[in-house]
């Protein structure tokens, strides 16, 4: 049984004062029945780890290089060495404002890997590829081309976005969620074997909140939830966690 996830990216939003909403997540879920991440931005990750200690953090970009002449960016260790148990990859912000491949998506994966952190690897398609009917074909190539070969149920977890519903209060239908997430289930069986393949915890993101979270987490394949809007708020995404706890 692969156990469901909440992941909250706060994106380039908070400060100290926002603190405060994880001491509420923390204090509305003393024992979660599904288990839980935030992603803060990098400037609040130590103060989050001391202000919430039983809410799992993650950073949402590293490096692939584990030092250097690099300013402005963030190591792998850095963000371990802050609080960090995991790190959002690839996600479509990334890639589109910043440019990312593939294969930068990859090697920073195996560098998160490196210090033990959880790379939470994201992939999805723009809506004029979906309305061109390559959403399959490309998630598939960004699956195949973004996840190292050492992938497994414990140091990786997918997040399908796509592109179109981030932020939009678009969302697709339960069909096309179905059919995504079956599809992806299938390509890592088939390149990583059963056991590996069914461990990899898929998760669906864009435009979740409470009103549809019970009906996408009823989907087949989905396993939790990668949030953003939605994850600034305790009172925002209480409802949520508590819509993957009774999936």
Not at 72 to 94: C, F, Q, T, Y
Request: glycine share 10%; aromatic share 4%; charged share 20%.
């Amino acid at each position: 049984m692969r156990r469901k996830l909440a992941a909250g990216n706060w994106k380039m939003n908070g400060t100290g004062e926002n603190l405060a909403e994880l001491s509420a997540l923390a204090k509305a879920h003393p024992e979660p029945g599904a288990d839980l991440l935030i992603c803060p931005p990098a400037t609040l990750l130590s103060r989050a780890a001391a202000a919430a200690p039983s809410i799992p953090l993650g950073g949402q970009d590293c490096h692939a290089s584990a030092s250097g002449a690099h300013t402005g960016d963030i190591s792998a260790e850095m963000l371990k060495d802050a609080g960090a148990s995991a790190v959002i990859l690839g996600h479509s912000e990334r890639r589109t404002d910043h440019g990312e491949a593939d294969a930068e998506v990859r090697s920073k994966s195996e560098a998160a890997w490196q210090q033990g952190l959880t790379a939470v690897i994201c992939i999805g398609e723009t809506l004029a590829e979906r309305e061109a009917g390559d959403a399959l074909t490309v998630a598939g190539t960004q699956l195949a081309g973004s996840t190292p070969d050492a992938a497994t149920g414990a140091n990786t977890v997918i997040a399908y976005e796509p592109v179109w519903a981030i932020g939009t209060g678009r969302v697709p239908t339960v069909e096309q969620i179905g059919e995504m997430h079956d599809f992806l289930r299938a390509e890592l069986v088939s390149r990583f074997g059963e056991a590996t393949g069914n461990a990899i915890r898929l998760l669906y993101g864009g435009s979740v909140k409470a009103s549809n979270a019970a009906e996408i987490f009823a989907v087949n394949n989905v396993d939790g939830a990668l949030v953003g809007g939605a994850s600034l708020k305790a009172a925002d995404f209480t409802p949520i966690i508590t819509a993957l706890e009774n999936a």
